[in-house]
T-cell receptor, first 116, second 112 residues
Framework: AQSVTQLDSHVSVSEGTPVLLRCNYS??????LFWYVQHPNKGLQLLLK??????LVKGINGFEAEFKKSETSFHLTKPSAHMSDAAEYFC??????????????FGQGTILTVHP | ETGVTQSPTHLIKTRGQQVTLRCSSQ?????VSWYQQALGQGPQFIFQ???????GRGNFPPRFSGLQFPNYSSELNVNALELDDSALYLC???????????FGPGTRLTVL
């Protein structure tokens, strides 16, 4: 079984300040983990993915995430927020084997608001 | 631009009716998955098709069914619509293996 918990439903930051979106996962095997972003009225876009290579993963638009097995966490960070980062972000774990193969399990989402 | 397209964009149905949603996968992708995203929630996995066969299913009743065609496009059919079926339905495609999934823009279904 696999699950994802996003610890904050809403995060509000000022433009130019750091962003931290928190995610904990549960998986009975070595997981593949992803962060997706969803802008209003648009599809989901992949920000970055972890697939058991380097634990610090760099993605698009300056985002990065660190896989910490001991803490079962995969937090998303960005050093400096832009207004265009305002969107909903989803932490996702991918299934492996049997009927879970390829299945993505999404967290509940974190809405990021960026103030001028 | 992901290359995954869905139709229609919006749809309004009444309770008890049936609906068919369509998805064209990205070129070269042979695996299609469908997800339901209720308002304020994360997407929930409905099922996955690989080379025209269902090879994974989430916790959805049998009135949710699907098809994948030889060109890897796909349909999601929902019978006996209920009010709780109102949601954004997302289609995603990928190649076999562990490659990332590319999502379409979704179909917004409203059941009255």
């Amino acid at each position: 079984a696999q699950s994802v918990t996003q610890l904050d439903s809403h995060v509000s930051v000022s433009e130019g300040t750091p962003v931290l979106l928190r995610c904990n996962y549960s998986s009975s095997y070595s997981p593949s983990l992803f962060w997706y972003v969803q802008h209003p009225n648009k599809g989901l876009q992949l920000l970055l993915k972890y697939t058991s290579a380097a634990t610090l993963v760099k993605g698009i638009n300056g985002f990065e995430a660190e896989f910490k097995k001991s803490e079962t966490s995969f937090h998303l960070t960005k050093p400096s927020a832009h207004m265009s980062d305002a969107a909903e972000y989803f932490c996702v774990v991918s299934g492996a084997g049997g009927t879970s193969y390829g299945k993505l399990t999404f967290g509940q989402g974190t809405i990021l608001t960026v103030h001028p | 631009e992901t290359g995954v397209t869905q139709s229609p964009t919006h749809l309004i149905k009444t309770r008890g009716q049936q609906v068919t949603l369509r998805c064209s996968s990205q070129s070269g992708h042979n695996t299609v998955s469908w997800y339901q995203q209720a308002l304020g929630q994360g997407p929930q996995f409905i099922f996955q098709y690989y080379r025209e066969e269902e090879n994974g299913r989430g916790n959805f009743p049998p009135r949710f069914s699907g098809l994948q065609f030889p060109n890897y496009s796909s349909e999601l059919n929902v019978n006996a619509l209920e009010l709780d079926d109102s949601a954004l339905y997302l289609c995603a495609s990928k190649t076999s293996g562990w490659n990332e999934q590319f999502f379409g823009p979704g179909t917004r279904l409203t059941v009255l």
